[in-house]
């Protein structure tokens, strides 16, 4: 066993074995065939019709402005290239074959209660259970009328892990487990790998959600799951278990979000780094067991509609991504435990992507994409240097520090809406009626805790929003404004059409806080003027949706930081 110094001693472009060069295959006629400067131009009229340009030369296209980075510092070319493939390896491919496991997750609660649960999920087509279950678990109670030699059960230890696992070892007794029942210990002990060999299961998890759902990046979800697989290995060979077996007994764990093209390469780059660090040990690679769980912070309580369509997003993600299980947590997860509708559409999105779109048909279908194997193997380079620090220093304050980073850098973004939470930071409906369930939620901060914190408490003044000129003048920044004031819970009173300041005042009720909203021409003409009638009628705070001018006290315009706006706003409402 040699993980001991691995992320120093060795490194992922030192492969054991080179695969041989790929083929190609010509299928384009020559009229069709494109230079990357052709696709460059042509992006380039696009953008300056949009006005994005902001360049001397018209015609120049800034590659740059097109080119995303991750939160881990991975630059997202816009245009995927075969020359992004020139020295990359492809160890460590996805090949699972045929359906993925359809996971249900149980949470705490009555056994009778989590039983019908279950009971109802594999009726509705679910393949596996994963429980939260503890030492004193009624599991003759949970898993009555569960066929576990059909389905298997991986434990989610709420206590004792060890104590856990010998308590539903005890239940079973002589019945006959899933190979792929999981007794879900997160650390190596040798009683139990001793018991999961006897019964034929397995007996450990790596839970990269632990760490996702604090925030980190998917570079230190990676790297963080690969230095406690090394602690595991290490801790099971001391205690004379081979390292192809201690590897055969594990399953990891890792979250997927609605960006696809990032989760895909999540799981493709863990199932590389996991096989690297086998070799390292000396071992002949034992595929990775990947259970994929839709994310928890992605998810939001307002308008939680559109969960379905994150967790639609990270399950098609998963099931590219060759994940082995996937977990679709319900919708309503996060408003407390869902309802039975909720864990329907949640099982049903895995039979839609497998059934209906046969995304399980391909193994690997995002092989050979150029952009999804550059940003799978810049991952794992980039969770390499995190297993490095991690085995060097430890998961110290050091490590509390980088995630605390891309928590704020995540949030900077989220704030200034570059990360865009559809129903939340975007496009929010104030009117709506949630859904009640009972329950703590999911437990997790999520990715828009700050706009949710506002709506918790919305203000009861509104803002006037003054709008001026006919509607067909006014109407996007008219729309503008109100979802960017409705993201922080505050409603406005519409002004509607008008021709001038008279028209205006006639609309306007004494609000405190105005907005005014039209088009630059407008603005030129009466603006000023319509601001300052505004004063003089009562109100405190003038805001222009637009540029800052003298005679505004605020500006709102795309790029702003709407948390700091909205705060600004609610003081002046209060």
């Known amino acids: 066993m040699t993980t001991e110094g691995t992320a120093v001693e060795g490194g992922l472009d030192e492969p054991t074995e080179l695969e041989p060069e790929q083929g190609t295959l010509d299928l384009a006629h020559p009229e069709d065939r494109h230079t990357r400067a052709d696709w460059e131009r042509e992006t380039a009229k696009v953008l300056r019709k949009a006005r994005r340009m902001g360049d001397d030369d018209p015609d120049a296209l800034v590659w740059d402005k097109l080119t995303r980075t991750t939160l881990?510092?991975?630059?997202?070319?816009?245009?995927?290239?075969?020359?992004?493939?020139?020295?990359?390896?492809?160890?460590?491919?996805?090949?699972?074959?045929?359906?993925?496991?359809?996971?249900?997750?149980?949470?705490?609660?009555?056994?009778?209660?989590?039983?019908?649960?279950?009971?109802?999920?594999?009726?509705?087509?679910?393949?596996?259970?994963?429980?939260?279950?503890?030492?004193?678990?009624?599991?003759?109670?949970?898993?009555?009328?569960?066929?576990?030699?059909?389905?298997?059960?991986?434990?989610?230890?709420?206590?004792?892990?060890?104590?856990?696992?010998?308590?539903?070892?005890?239940?079973?007794?002589?019945?006959?487990?899933?190979?792929?029942?999981?007794?879900?210990?997160?650390?190596?002990?040798?009683?139990?790998?001793?018991?999961?060999?006897?019964?034929?299961?397995?007996?450990?998890?790596?839970?990269?959600?632990?760490?996702?759902?604090?925030?980190?990046?998917?570079?230190?979800?990676?790297?963080?799951?690969?230095?406690?697989a090394a602690t595991y290995l290490r801790a099971a060979t001391e205690e004379g278990l081979p390292v192809a077996e201690a590897a055969a007994l594990v399953e990891f764990r890792h979250a997927v979000t609605d960006e696809q093209f990032t989760s895909i390469a999540k799981l493709r780059a863990a199932r590389r780094l996991w096989a690297r660090m086998q070799e390292l040990s000396g071992a002949e690679p034992v595929p990775m067991r990947l259970h994929a769980v839709t994310s928890r912070p992605m998810m939001t309580r307002y308008d939680p509609w559109v969960n379905m369509l994150r967790t639609t997003v990270a399950a098609f993600a998963a099931g590219v991504g060759g994940a082995d299980s996937v977990t679709v947590l319900p919708f309503d997860s996060a408003l407390g435990r869902p309802d039975t509708f909720g864990r329907r559409i949640a099982r049903n999105t895995s039979h839609l992507l497998i059934s209906e779109s046969h995304v399980a048909r391909v193994s690997d279908p995002a092989g050979g994409a150029y952009a999804v194997e550059k940003l799978t193997d810049d991952l794992a380079a980039a969770a390499w240097v995190v297993l490095g620090e991690l085995e060097d220093r430890g998961a110290g304050e050091w490590w509390d520090t980088a995630i605390a980073d891309v928590v704020a850098a995540r949030e900077?973004?989220?704030?200034?809406?570059?990360?865009?939470?559809?129903?939340?930071?975007?496009?929010?409906?104030?009117?709506?009626?949630?859904?009640?369930?009972?329950?703590?939620?999911?437990?997790?901060?999520?990715?828009?805790?700050?706009?949710?914190?506002?709506?918790?408490?919305?203000?009861?003044?509104?803002?006037f929003l003054a709008t001026l000129g006919p509607v067909s003048a006014h109407t996007a920044r008219a729309t503008f404004a109100t979802n960017l004031f409705a993201a922080g819970g505050v409603a406005v009173d519409v002004a509607g059409a008008t021709d001038g300041v008279d028209a205006l005042l006639a609309a306007y009720d004494g609000q405190a806080v105005v907005c005014l909203a039209g088009a630059d021409a407008v603005y030129a003409e009466w603006g000023e003027a319509a601001a300052t009638a505004l004063r003089e009628a009562g109100a405190s705070r003038v805001v222009i949706a637009g540029k800052p001018t003298d005679y505004s006290d605020d500006a709102c315009a795309m790029g702003v930081d709407a948390l700091d706006f909205l705060t600004r706003t609610r003081e002046a409402l209060a």
């Open 412 to 463: 900077t973004q989220v704030a200034t809406r570059k990360r865009p939470l559809t129903g939340l930071s975007e496009f929010p409906n104030l009117a709506e009626t949630l859904p009640e369930r009972s329950g703590p939620g999911l437990g997790v901060a999520s990715y828009g805790a700050s706009f949710e914190a506002l709506r918790d408490d919305p203000p009861q003044a509104h803002v």
């Open 72 to 228: 881990d510092g991975i630059a997202l070319p816009p245009l995927g290239t075969s020359e992004l493939l020139e020295g990359l390896q492809t160890a460590g491919r996805p090949a699972r074959a045929g359906e993925w496991d359809i996971r249900a997750h149980l949470a705490e609660g009555d056994a009778k209660a989590l039983n019908e649960e279950a009971l109802g999920d594999l009726e509705g087509g679910v393949t596996s259970l994963w429980v939260a279950a503890g030492p004193d678990t009624d599991f003759a109670a949970l898993l009555k009328g569960v066929f576990v030699d059909l389905a298997p059960v991986v434990l989610d230890p709420t206590g004792d892990p060890a104590a856990t696992a010998r308590a539903f070892l005890d239940w079973a007794g002589d019945l006959e487990l899933h190979p792929a029942t999981n007794l879900g210990l997160p650390a190596y002990d040798a009683d139990v790998a001793r018991l999961a060999n006897e019964a034929g299961v397995l007996g450990f998890v790596v839970d990269a959600t632990a760490v996702h759902d604090r925030g980190a990046s998917d570079a230190q979800e990676l790297g963080w799951a690969m230095a406690t």
